[in-house]
T-cell receptor, first 113, second 115 residues
Framework: GENVEQHPSTLSVQEGDSAVIKCTYS??????FPWYKQELGKGPQLIID?????GEKKDQRIAVTLNKTAKHFSLHITETQPEDSAVYFC????????????FGKGTTLSVSS | GAVVSQHPSWVICKSGTSVKIECRSL??????MFWYRQFPKQSLMLMAT?????????EQGVEKDKFLINHASLTLSTLTVTSAHPEDSSFYIC???????????FGPGTRLTVL
């Protein structure tokens, strides 16, 4: 089955710096890769996703890149703000609709002002 | 995206009792919903897939007789933790596929504490 590895487990940056979180996956059949932000005591919130027919996607300060050959994808946050502090999870799922997500272990991002 | 609610948001119960958690999709009809469990400072682990009109599919290691799932309608799935024990204390979260159908939206979660 699918296995998703996520690094780093913790990341501390200064406000205004960029943050990068990397994930690798094992199943070459996976073709959907979402990123979620989870604040303490809340459910995960979808912040950006990418599908295997796309190499990069950007939404304001957030971008995701995908390298299907190497089976890794990354989240890039630019101009970080204190409110970006949270736990970020990457995930992967297979091609069929309604396939469950397999999550990475999460990255705790701390942005200090 | 899909709007998902869960009830209750938190519950405290005594060991040996049963607890029911509801997951509702407020703006999408869902033939499939997913239940995850999250222990403190850990990732989300898939427990089971809830299927409307048929039996749930459980992940390896999840006891189907302990975690009863009923997909009562296209907008409601319930998870009942039977004979709860302290080790069942966790954060239970459901998710609903949206559009495109590989996109998943999560509920706010239910914090279960078993004394």
């Amino acid at each position: 089955g699918e296995n998703v590895e996520q690094h780093p487990s913790t990341l501390s940056v200064q406000e205004g710096d960029s943050a990068v979180i990397k994930c690798t996956y094992s199943d070459s059949a996976s073709n959907y890769f979402p990123w979620y932000k989870q604040e303490l005591g809340k459910g995960p919130q979808l912040i950006i996703d990418i599908r295997s027919n796309v190499g990069e996607k950007k939404d304001q300060r957030i971008a995701v890149t995908l390298n299907k050959t190497a089976k890794h994808f990354s989240l890039h946050i630019t101009e970080t703000q204190p409110e970006d502090s949270a736990v970020y999870f990457c995930a992967a799922s297979g091609p069929q609709a309604g396939t469950a997500l397999i999550f990475g272990k999460g990255t705790t991002l701390s942005v200090s002002s | 995206g899909a709007v998902v609610s869960q009830h209750p948001s938190w519950v405290i119960c005594k060991s040996g009792t049963s607890v029911k958690i509801e997951c509702r999709s407020l703006d999408f009809q869902a033939t499939t919903m997913f239940w995850y469990r999250q222990f403190p400072k850990q990732s989300l682990m898939l427990m089971a897939t809830s299927n409307e009109g048929s039996k749930a599919t459980y992940e390896q290691g999840v006891e189907k007789d302990k975690f009863l799932i009923n997909h009562a309608s296209l907008t409601l799935s319930t998870l009942t933790v039977t004979s709860a024990h302290p080790e069942d204390s966790s954060f239970y979260i459901c998710s609903v596929p949206g559009l495109p159908t590989d996109t998943q939206y999560f509920g706010p979660g239910t914090r279960l504490t078993v004394l």
